[in-house]
Structures are given as structure tokens and as C-alpha cells.
């Protein structure tokens, strides 16, 4: 007997304005007004390279000179696409974020269809009232994709990642759209859903490598044996959509083999990092994914776990199988990850999301009110920090608050922002009519468990980006730091060797012009230096360039960072034509000599 038992009323489906606005307000708050910070300034700076470079920087993704050939080109290759058509309306940044609302919309978009595909069959009906009156197939799809859509918003390792230019972003939306392409293919097997398929495998593959799509159509073939479709058909399509794949990947590999960018291929340094990725399942992946899981899927988990268990004994389920199986696939991928990050959980989103709607409807009502009042608590409290931090920075009361805000922000003088208050003043009174809309009228439509979920996240990320922004860009810029460096520069400036990390490195070229030695030349009579300041003034100069003057012209760190130092030479003995060596770039605080 199927698990779910609901009437017409409860499948009304969410208003088309009130989806688009959720949407609007998920994803331009972090676009707008936010410099690169640490976190995706590597990804923006190849973006950039790219948008003012050569066919050269496009085959071989580098930050101002320095090869980036671990993953694929595709992300950056859109963002660069939008600096060159929209960087003269919107500056740089916010054309290359322009490719991420893009991102975000394909995400979206495939989330909600291939819920509303495999709502809408009979096999995933609820039951038949005894006098009538059940939801209608279409309706009742239509529900269940809003439900979707409102999980995979109300997901915290979402909105981490979402705003921000990475390809692991993009990898997340491709693989929502290889989900509801695979939906469509298991529907109605046929030569053409085969090669959409393949499209998705093979921007995936551009995007991080070819081991996820190879994992996914071997997923998606076994997923097939569960549903009775003919093993020489979905042999021969399985076919099609790897020489689709194939076809998309060798636009790249091809030209970047053959034409040899600044005289090497990044195909090698590209096919070494895929390997590095494999593994044997082990014990730091499962504490990883358990520990970071719990809250990054939240509130996706409680619900996809509830889908098996109150379907476990109908067979052959297609809303069940599809989405299980790509989790199942993908799980086993971050376990064989010997060092799995934030950013690969991004993979299972979509499919744990559209196997969380199904769930929904076969939950009990106390465990449906026990999430909502969960939600309003908790974002409520949040909510309210947010502004009473604000309240501390802006008038000094509270004083504890100020106190905190002073220490965590040296030297940080904060500024009214109109627009910004007004912004989070109406997000926060829009947040207290949802919440006592909820309360007072108590829709039974099927997706009220998760709108305050969702909505609630929403406000949080709203309230950071409006009242919290203008901190936040001081703490996470190295805007600062890069206009200290160019002012420095001797006159007529020059060419810089430099071991500072790919994040720091993208942030000093975008917002100092500093000219960066590298797959361009190596001629350069100026050093800059990043390490810690417990090292001594002189330890990486004598390691690396034992022999020879240096003078130094500046010193300096972010203010909130107190290990972080960087440090500008000019070399004053320096030979006509010497060339220097390269320093490697630092993907850590460098630890003493």
C-alpha cells in the first residue's frame, strides 16, 4: 500500500511570483557589491586572465601567469565569456557573476522539473479517496517540485556556494541537470535523451574531470536494471551519451595538446589531479562527510531518509530508484575521496533534494510541526543576532557587542548604508508575515514544512549581505593590501616574483595591477614574499636567493589577520639579463625555518 494519503487542497501549487522572488532574493544578495574574497578570488582571477588574455590563457586556465591546470576550463570559461560581454556595463566582478546567476537558474530549474517528471506518474500518486477528491497528477507534480525547489534553497551547502564563481558551483547545477536529463531518458528511452545525457556528462567533464560522469553513467545504467528497460537498448544508449561526452571534452584537450599554450599542455596536470581524486573508501572520507553532511544537507537528509523508509516495500519505483541511485553513486565517490572538501558534497544536492519531496508527504504531522517550530526558533534567534551585532558596530550598544565587533574588526569605521538597512528592515518584516501566516492560518498545502526553512535561510543570507557586507568585505578583501603594494612600486613599476597563494595573487593583479613573472616572462627585479610574521625578516630570501641584495620597500597584512605578512623587495645587484628563479606559490602559511 502506498504511504501517502492526501487531498486537492494540500497540492496547491506555490505562486509563480512568490517562486521568483524567493529565487531573486537567494541569489542576487552576495553578487551585488562584494569584492572577491579569499574563498573564490583564485576562480575570478583566471576568469579574468582569461577575459584579457589570448587564445593561450583560454587552453591554459592561469592566474596572471601562474598554471591552474587541476580542473577543467568550463567555469571559467563562462565567466570569462561575461566579463567580455557585460564587463563594460558592470565592471569586471559582476560580469563574471553574471555566468553564476546563469548557474544557479540551470540548478534550479533541473531540480524543479525532474521532481515535477517523476511527481506527476502513477507509480508516485498518492492513494485514492474513498469519495474522490485526490490531487490530479499534474497538480500533484507540480507540488512536489516546489517542494523540491524549496529543499534544495533551504540547503546550507547551497547558499555557501552558490554566490560564489567556483567550478564546483557549476559542477552542482550540471549535475541537477544530469538528474532531470536521466529522468527524462529512463521515462522514454530513445537515442535522443541518450545524447542530452551526454551533454551533461560532458560539461561535467570540462568542468571537474571525468571521474563523476563516468561514476554517473554507470549509475544511471544500473539504475535502468531496476525499471525493465531492454539491456541492448541501454547498452547502445549508454554508448551514444559517452561519445557525446567524449566528442564535448576533446573541444578542450584537443587544441590544448596540439597548440601547447606557452609551451606546455595542462592535459597532463589536469589528468594527474583526476587520479589524485581516487581511492579506496576511508575512514577520514566517512567522518568527513557524516560531520559536514549532517548540517550541509540539512534539511535535506531527515526527508531523503524518510523516502526510503516509507517506500521500502513498493518495488520498482521510479521516483525512488532515479534519485537513490545517484546518491548512492555519488556517496561512494566522496568516500573514495582521499581528501574530500566542502565543495564536492555539492554533487548530491540535487538528487538528496528531489528524494526529500517524496518524503514530505509521508511524514507524520507532529514531525512536520516539530521542523517548522524548529526553523522559526532558530533562524528567528539568528535573525536577531545579526541585527543586534549591527546595532553594536553602528552606536556601540550593546557594549559587549561593540566589544566583539572592535576585536574581530581593527581599525574598521563603519558607515550607514540606506539602501542596505532598508533592504534587511523589509526582508525581516516579510520573515515575521511568513511566519505568522504559517502559525495563524495553518495551510495543510504540502510544502509549508519547508518554506520557513527555506525562507528563514533566506533572510540570514539577506541580513549578512546588506548589514553585514561592508565589514565583511573588509575582513575577507585583499583589496586594502593590494592598493598598499602598487603604491609602493618603484616608478615605473616592473615585473614581480612572488610565492603569494592563487587567491592572494588574483586579488593584487585585479585590484593593484601588479605585473606577476610567470608563463609570460621571468625577468624581474622585484620579489614579493607572503609567509607568517613569527618567520625572521630575512629566512625565504636566503633560502631561495642566498647570494643576493635585496632592498626592502614595504610590509604589510590585513588587519584582521594576525599571522598573515607580506613583504616587497627590490633587488639592487642585479646583473643585465639575470634571470631569477620562480618561487612556488604558498597554499598554506609557510612554517618556519
Not at 576533446?250 to 596540439?258: D, E
Request: proline share 6%; with cysteine.
Amino acid at each position: 500500500m502506498k504511504p501517502v494519503r492526501l487531498p486537492a487542497a494540500a497540492t496547491l501549487a506555490l505562486p509563480r511570483w512568490a517562486v521568483f522572488g524567493l529565487g531573486l532574493l537567494y541569489i542576487l544578495p552576495g553578487l551585488i557589491g562584494r569584492d572577491p574574497w579569499k574563498d573564490d578570488a583564485a576562480s575570478f582571477g583566471i576568469m579574468w586572465t582569461m577575459a584579457h588574455g589570448g587564445l593561450n590563457d583560454w587552453l591554459l586556465p592561469n592566474i596572471a601567469g601562474l598554471a591552474v591546470p587541476d580542473e577543467g576550463p568550463l567555469a571559467f570559461w563562462l565567466g570569462a565569456l561575461c566579463i567580455k560581454l557585460f564587463g563594460w556595463l558592470l565592471g569586471d566582478v559582476m560580469a563574471a557573476r553574471v555566468s553564476t546567476i546563469g548557474i544557479f537558474v540551470i540548478g534550479a530549474l533541473s531540480v524543479w522539473y525532474a521532481s515535477f517528471h517523476l511527481g506527476r506518474r502513477a507509480d508516485a500518486q498518492p492513494l485514492r479517496l474513498a469519495f474522490g477528491g485526490q490531487p490530479e497528477p499534474n497538480d500533484y507534480g507540480r507540488t512536489l517540485a516546489d517542494t523540491a525547489l524549496l529543499i534544495y534553497l533551504g540547503c546550507l551547502g547551497l547558499l555557501l556556494h552558490s554566490h560564489e564563481t567556483l567550478a564546483v558551483t557549476l559542477q552542482g547545477s550540471l549535475l541537477a541537470f544530469f538528474v532531470y536529463r536521466a529522468t527524462r531518458y529512463v521515462e522514454a528511452a530513445s537515442s535522443g535523451n541518450a545524447m542530452l545525457v551526454g551533454v551533461a556528462l560532458g560539461g561535467l567533464t570540462l568542468t571537474r574531470g571525468w571521474l563523476p560522469p563516468a561514476v554517473l553513467l554507470l549509475a544511471l545504467f544500473f539504475c535502468t536494471r531496476f525499471l525493465n528497460i531492454a539491456a541492448a537498448i541501454t547498452l547502445r544508449d549508454m554508448a551514444v551519451a559517452a561519445l557525446v561526452a567524449l566528442l564535448l571534452s576533446l573541444l578542450w584537450i584537443v587544441p590544448a595538446t596540439v597548440l601547447q599554450p606557452y609551451g606546455a599542455s595542462p592535459v597532463a596536470g589536469w589528468l594527474a589531479w583526476n587520479a589524485s581524486q581516487m581511492g579506496l573508501p576511508n575512514w577520514h572520507s566517512l567522518k568527513y562527510l557524516c560531520r559536514v553532511g549532517m548540517w550541509f544537507f540539512w534539511p535535506a537528509w531527515p526527508f531523503a531518509l524518510w523516502a526510503i523508509y516509507a517506500w521500502r516495500r513498493q518495488h520498482h519505483l521510479l521516483h525512488i530508484v532515479v534519485p537513490l541511485s545517484f546518491v548512492g553513486a555519488l556517496t561512494l565517490l566522496v568516500l573514495c575521496d582521499p581528501a574530500p572538501e566542502n565543495g564536492d558534497l555539492l554533487k548530491l544536492l540535487a538528487p538528496l533534494s528531489i528524494m526529500a519531496a517524496f518524503g514530505l508527504p509521508a511524514m507524520k504531522r507532529g514531525a512536520i510541526n516539530a521542523i517548522d517550530w524548529f526553523s522559526v526558533m532558530v533562524l528567528t534567534m539568528i535573525a536577531i543576532g545579526v541585527w543586534v551585532f549591527w546595532l553594536g558596530m553602528m552606536t556601540g550598544w550593546p557594549a559587549q557587542f561593540s566589544r566583539n565587533a572592535t576585536r574581530l574588526l581593527p581599525d574598521f569605521h563603519p558607515q550607514f548604508e540606506l539602501a542596505g538597512f532598508v533592504v534587511a528592515a523589509c526582508a525581516t518584516i516579510g520573515w515575521f508575515f511568513l511566519v505568522h501566516w504559517r502559525i495563524s492560518r495553518h495551510p495543510a498545502v504540502l510544502w509549508r514544512a519547508v518554506v520557513l526553512s527555506s525562507g528563514g535561510l533566506i533572510l540570514f543570507w539577506v541580513l549578512l549581505m546588506t548589514l553585514m557586507l561592508p565589514a565583511l568585505n573588509y575582513g575577507k578583501s585583499y583589496r586594502s593590501v593590494a592598493q598598499q603594494i602598487a603604491a609602493h612600486l618603484p616608478a615605473g613599476g616592473g615585473c614581480i616574483i612572488t610565492n603569494v597563494a592563487p587567491a592572494q595573487r588574483a586579488s593584487f593583479a585585479y585590484f593593484g595591477g601588479l605585473d606577476f613573472a610567470g608563463l609570460r616572462h621571468q625577468q624581474c627585479q622585484l620579489l614579493l614574499l607572503q609567509d607568517s610574521i613569527h618567520l625572521g625578516d630575512d629566512g625565504e630570501i636566503e633560502q631561495a636567493f642566498r647570494g643576493r641584495q635585496w632592498a626592502p620597500l614595504w610590509e604589510g597584512r590585513r588587519a584582521i589577520d594576525r599571522d598573515e605578512r607580506f613583504r616587497l623587495y627590490r633587488r639592487v645587484d642585479a646583473p643585465a639579463g639575470e634571470v631569477l628563479p620562480v618561487l612556488r606559490p604558498s597554499t598554506a602559511r609557510l612554517a618556519p625555518h
